[in-house]
Nanobody, 115 residues
Framework: QVQLVESGGGLVQPGGSLRLSCAAS????????MAWYRQAPGKQREFIAR???????NYADSVKGRFTISRDNTNNMVYLQMNSLKPEDTAVYYC?????????WGQGTQVTVSS
């Protein structure tokens, strides 16, 4: 069965950096387009970055130039390097496929940007 496990979140000051990781299993990972999403309190889950199986990235305007998505097809991992973090980046971050059918959502990883 498909499983996604996110990690790497934490508390960071504005301007700081974090690197999130997503471990995927139970899918043909190498050909699966993957994405990072986030959900802030009281808001809907939103797309922030995607990456093709070959490694071509695409970003939401809100994170372009600050976040970098990457993947390791050997180890079925997706990463999100987040730099220049802002308080509005505070959210629970999830990884999943780019489009339906989505895998069961993982527990996510909490990112809190605060001084």
């Amino acid at each position: 069965q498909v499983q996604l496990v996110e990690s790497g979140g934490g508390l960071v000051q504005p301007g700081g950096s974090l690197r999130l990781s997503c471990a995927a299993s139970g899918m043909n990972f190498r050909i699966t387009f993957m994405a990072w999403y986030r959900q802030a309190p009281g808001k809907q889950r939103e797309f922030i970055a995607r990456i093709t199986g070959a490694g071509t990235p695409n970003y939401a305007d809100s994170v372009k130039g600050r976040f970098t998505i990457s993947r390791d097809n050997t180890n079925n991992m997706v990463y999100l390097q987040m730099n220049s973090l802002k308080p509005e980046d505070t959210a629970v971050y999830y990884c999943n496929r780019v489009s339906p059918p989505f895998a069961p959502w993982g527990q996510g990883t909490q990112v809190t940007v605060s001084s």
